[in-house]
């Protein structure tokens, strides 16, 4: 594992990024939090390479609409999804 983990700064990817003719990608967020989707949203909006975000939304939060007003109004904002990986086995039949 301590082969794959290592902090990459901005410039590490640029040059992968230039290296392999890549032009921009989309952040997808890891944890459904408002401290974390603000700066994939500020850091979209600094750099033009970076054109999109993904927000994680808990869709079963009482708070969800709220949550979809705060992302939706940032022109960097592209869509959500719903983390499945800590729900119990079933969950998404149970919901519908």
Excluded: C
Aim: glycine share 4%.
């Amino acid at each position: 594992m301590s082969v794959i983990r290592k902090d990459l700064l901005l410039e590490d990817l640029i040059l992968i990024l230039q290296d392999n003719e890549i032009t921009g990608w989309v952040d997808i967020q890891a944890a459904p939090s408002e401290k974390e989707i603000q700066f994939l949203l500020d850091f979209a909006r600094i750099h033009d390479f970076n054109i999109g975000v993904i927000d994680s939304v808990d869709f079963t939060k009482s708070d969800v609409l709220e949550r979809l007003a705060y992302s939706t109004k940032d022109l960097n904002f592209k869509g959500v999804l719903h983390l499945l990986q800590a729900k119990p086995a079933g969950f998404i039949i149970q919901r519908i």
